[in-house]
């Protein structure tokens, strides 16, 4: 993730921090949207949006794999202002210590919510927490069973820090591994190879893995996704410092989005079942995902880079609050929408005050968590320092 600063310095990308901005702003409304359509979710509204599916599609291939793109740029910009060390204790204490603290404070409320809803279960939220929810067993079996303790939606946190230690462990070993391989994929991609090369690498993914891997966010033998998350991370930080590449991403952005829209056309009507299988062969669809999935994050880079590079306070504050809001946001989602079931009320006005619900609870929260010193670690925010002049300073990440 980012490294909020109070101000821009040289390095830093503010066209990838509005993309991180919106990418985990389109990420709350998708876990509201999850509430209406027929996938799978902690618990569900009594509407069903079915037109929601389509346009929750168009995010869904893409919206994660940017984060973890952009968060490997972040991660090279920071290793070149630290030892390789302290990277790896900074980004330990800046991830999981709030992984910690969501899965026993912020987490639980999803999951005794989701039992009372599908099994029922009779007792109180402190009789659950007490005696079921740090059982560290799977004593809840809606479909799928759920294993508590949890991380939920946390899993982001999980991955994003076991990536990054694995890159520590391999830059121990080779120092120069980001500059020399960064260098020589940036010639590999250079020029119509960069929307080339990666297509086939998602697509190979999404062909191969995951039909045999499906998604769990589990951790242990989530192997599509691994490959998927871990390959995005990587070309970030890879790639962070190579101007050339950024440069075409800017330059392509216009066909990129073209040849992403053509690849999500394919992959939709296959979805939906306008396209007949045997005219469309399944390894087809798939490769289409795939493409559709690196072209749209190439769309999304480039027209980030050529317009969002504007700073301001609203771009400082937004990057600064941005992880305390992911942290809270599916909880407010659910407790909110549990809240509203029975009151009788249109799909319309019920999502309206879920959505508006869970803003003012992660704003306020972001309020009350960045003025209260011990706080602010639990919830991804850098710890800050009192000079003995009593100016505050901060800690950096």
Known sequence: MSTPQQASSPERRIDLDW??????????????????????FHIKSA?????LEPAMLVLNPWRLSLLFLVSGVASRFMLGKFRLGAFARARSVRLLIPLIFGMLVIVPPQSYLQIVEALGYPAGFADYYLHHYLAFS??????????????????????????????????????????????????????????????????AWRLFLAPIFPSTHALFGDWYNHADYASAFLIGFLLAREDGFWRDVERQRWVALMIAAACFAIFVLVYAGLLAPSSVPKWFASSAYGCYQWLAMVAMLGFARRHFRADGPVRRYLTDAIFPYYIVHQTAIIVIAHALQGVDLSAGSEAAIVISGTALTCAATYEIVRRIGWLRPLFGLRIQLRSPAGIAQQQPA
């Open 19 to 40: 993309v991180r901005i919106l990418a985990f702003g389109l990420l709350i409304f998708y876990h509201v949207g999850m509430l209406y359509v027929s996938w799978g």
């Open 47 to 51: 509407h069903r949006l079915t037109w």
């Open 138 to 203: 799977a004593q809840f079996c809606p479909n799928p069973c759920i294993a508590q303790p949890t991380w939920n939606h946390l899993w982001f946190v999980v991955y994003l820090w076991v990536y990054t230690m694995a890159l520590a462990g391999v830059l121990l070993l080779w120092p120069a591994a980001a500059d020399w391989i960064g260098a020589r994929l940036a010639a590999v991609l250079a020029g119509p190879w960069l929307l080339a090369v990666p297509c086939f690498l998602f697509a």
